[in-house]
């Protein structure tokens, strides 16, 4: 059975400012991210109460491998994630007022059970740290022509003189 559990109690950190705590998880799932191998994802979670309503969570060595089709071959592959450090704030506020005020970039501690979830910060951890050309080992180091013919163009300048 897959392990999505990604909450977290964070009652003693906002109780107590400063305190630390260090979560190390393995074979861990987000439903979000359905080609993950059944490895799952791994990693360490770093946690610190700022204040009475923050949270700093900070990711390190999130690990994970994504069943991938190359872009150029058409072959599966396993794409290897690694994230060496990953942060984000979460605010004990209305979601509303976070929106408003902080932009999408911090999350929501839930203040009824005092509780956060980390599922979409990994979910985001990993998709920022995937490559933008899904590419297998064998065809990573080739270059698109037509992008190399485009992007030495457009750093070219080209002066029009004309003499009267």
Known sequence: MKDYGFKIKVSDLLLNIGSEDKIKFENKFVDSIDNLTEDG???????EGL?????????????????????????KFLLEINVSDFEMNFLALDLQEIIENYGDEFGQIDIKNLTIDISDMIYQAIQLNKPISIRSEKYSKINDIKNEDYTSNLNTINWIYKNK
């Open 41 to 47: 994802i791994e990693g360490i979670v770093n946690l």
């Open 51 to 75: 204040d009475h309503k923050t949270v700093r969570v900070r990711l390190e060595k999130l690990k994970c491998n994504l069943q991938e089709i190359c872009e150029l071959s058409g072959e």
